[in-house]
Structures are given as structure tokens and as C-alpha cells.
């Protein structure tokens, strides 16, 4: 059966616009230090079912109509069947392609296109059409703007408050590298309910896991 490519992410149809898998890890394999894997074989009960039913495709429609990114599509999360299925997304606003080409995430690397203005707006409809009471905001690492892409953050909590004023927000927001200040001091204009960032994991592994990061900023 062959997919409908209206459903598709934007960033998988056109791979020529940016680098995945072995070419976007390639220059820093060069650098890195292996990282020998002990992993055993995992037990049935964690594998991911395969994404189906009427929700998912809806969801999907819902995101291409409004020109949305997720983190769920993006990353290749294998949990987006149970998350589509269940009308709920991570949504990953400013672009889909990150700036930085860490290793761990699937997300694509290379030149961001300039910030959609309407992309607040867009959102806000989405979250009010999937009914959510808690919505949960990531984004690509912006190093090409000032801000870190705070404002886009804060312009997006304004308007999910504007059209949908009970729903929840959470924002999982880049490291701002050398921007704290600056996207900390936006971020206070208009605070989400949770402020939140991932640190990936663990000092030890982060040269090699997120090049370009610091663990401690």
C-alpha cells in the first residue's frame, strides 16, 4: 500500500534541503570517541505498535493543513502511533531543520527557512482543534537568531492563552546557547505553566552525544 504523501512531513519529501542519518553524522564521527553499547535484547513488551487507525490519519491531516512540525515526525519517535492515535502531538515549532547535527535525534540539520509569522496562530488553531488540555511545545535549535528563538515561544504562549485559555503549557525549549539571558528574559514576558529542557544525558557521554553543547550551561 502506498502512503498518502499529503500526510507526509514536508522535510521527508524534499532530502535534498537538508542532511539525515549517515550524512548528517558523518563530520562529527571523525571526531567523536565510540561508544561501546552493552545493550541486551529488549523484551516484547516494549516494542512500539504499528501507527494505525482514523485519529492518526486526522492528526496528520490537522498538522499538514496548518504547515506544523512534530518532534514525533521529525525525530521519528516510536511511540507517534500511540500518541496520533490518542489526538495528541508534541509540537515542534520554528522549522524543521536544526542548526545543530547531534547525533542522538533524527531531526534534520541544515539552513532553518525564516521564522513563519503565523506559526503562533496556526498552533493555537491546531491545539483548539484537538481539544488538548495540556500541550506540550518543543523546537529545532535556533543558533541563527538572536533570541535563541524566544520570542517565537512566547508569541506562540500568547496566542494558545488568546484562543484556548484553560489548556496547559509546557515548552521544552533548545539551550539558547550564550542567549540565556537574552531568551530567559523574553520567556519571563509571558511564562508557560512548565519551563522545561532535556539534558539528554550524562556529562560523561555529552561531547559526543550533543558536539557543539555545554552541560553545564
Known sequence: MEPNSSLIPPSRLTPDTHQRGQDK??????????IVSTRQRLPPWIRAKLPIGSTLAQVKSLLRQQGLATVCEEASCPNLGECFSHGTATFMIMGDRCTRRCPYCDVAHGKPAPLDVAEPLKLATAVQHLNLKYVVITSVTRDDLRDGGASQFTACITQIRNVTPN??????????RGRQAIALDILASNPPDVFNHNIETVPRLYATARPGANYHE
Open 25 to 34: 553524522l558523518t563530520p562529527i564521527q571523525r571526531h567523536a570517541k565510540p
Open 167 to 176: 489548556t496547559k503549557i509546557e515548552i521544552l525549549v533548545p539551550d539558547f
